[in-house]
């Protein structure tokens, strides 16, 4: 069965402007994978544009981005550095709940 979270190695927290992402390595399983997060998943989970602080934001929301993280491991095929995008993030209401009429 596959983790729910990934361990994150704070060590290799990298902020690659380049590539607006921030790049580290996690372990899941007792494996340990490559990652980035992209800007745009730092974004939404803040409601502000990184700029300098993506590492510090980054921070902020590390507990989500484990959960994410896991469910980028969960799709990736093996090749470079596993990407988490806004897709790992999770569902917001009302996708999570069942709709409940008026």
Do not use: C, K
């Not at 990934?6 to 899941?28: H, K, M, Y």
């Amino acid at each position: 069965m596959a983790e729910d979270r990934v361990t994150i190695d704070n060590n290799t927290l990298l902020d690659n402007v380049g590539d607006r992402q921030v790049e580290f390595s996690g372990e899941a399983s007792g494996e340990r994978y490559d990652f980035a997060v992209q800007y745009d998943v730092l974004e939404a989970l803040s409601a502000r544009i990184p700029s300098d602080d993506a590492v510090a934001i980054f921070q902020q929301h590390s507990s989500e981005i484990e959960r994410a993280a896991a469910r980028a491991l969960a799709r990736y095929n093996d090749t470079g550095r596993v990407i988490v995008s806004g897709n790992d993030l999770e569902q917001p209401w009302p996708a999570e709940r069942p709709h409940q009429g008026s």
